[in-house]
């Protein structure tokens, strides 16, 4: 069902789909996957949460703890869309996207549910095109599975956060005091 949130009156699109591999700025080799399974990646996706640097937090995500990490992502990587970024084994970018629901049992693919993105990228692999990549490849992949309607809030003066979700298409759709709201609307084959 759609919410009262608006979306652009356009699609964006085309995006690549994982799997995707690139030579980041800093010259590392970095691969951009969907886990087959997310019951399968959660170990290492955990792993890259422990080593993120608490400062960095969004709105209180990624939480801290080990444990509480773990319960995040079992609570919501079921139901998710996710890519990952990984380096020499590890991984050191996550992106996902969370249905907007109360039940997930009731998401029908290509409907109208609405879908949060979550993005982090390791401290040490930011500003080094890897969050590019990982979000472009998560929006092709969403759209693969056939996935529409996607939103998130932004510190309204993380600009460099903004000026990335503008190039690949999301519009701003409404402010909060210390927030920006952006949308996109994926393309797909009903169009």
Do not use: K
């Not at 087959?36 to 990646?41: E, Q």
């Amino acid at each position: 069902m759609v919410g009262a949130r608006q979306y652009p009156d356009e699609p964006s699109g085309p995006f690549p789909s994982p799997p995707t591999a690139f030579e980041d700025r800093e010259g590392r080799s970095i691969e951009v996957r969907a886990p087959d399974d997310f019951a399968d990646a959660i170990d290492d996706i955990v792993a890259m949460y422990v080593e993120f640097d608490p400062s960095d937090r969004a709105q209180g995500i990624p939480p801290t703890g080990e444990d509480r990490i773990r319960n995040w992502l079992e609570t919501i990587g079921e139901d998710s869309v996710n890519v990952v970024a990984r380096h020499e084994g590890d991984t050191v970018g996550h992106a996902m996207l969370v249905p907007d629901v109360d039940d997930p049992s009731t998401i029908e693919r290509g409907d109208d549910t609405e879908w949060e993105l979550a993005i982090f990228v390791l401290q040490a692999y930011q500003r080094a095109g890897i969050g590019t990549v990982l979000l472009e490849n998560l929006l092709g992949h969403a759209a693969d599975v056939d996935t529409r309607r996607v939103w998130l809030t932004v510190e309204r003066w993380n600009n460099p956060a903004i000026a990335l979700y503008e190039r690949v298409g999301f519009e701003a759709t409404g402010t909060e005091s210390f927030e920006q709201e952006m949308a996109i609307l994926l393309d797909g084959d009903d169009e």
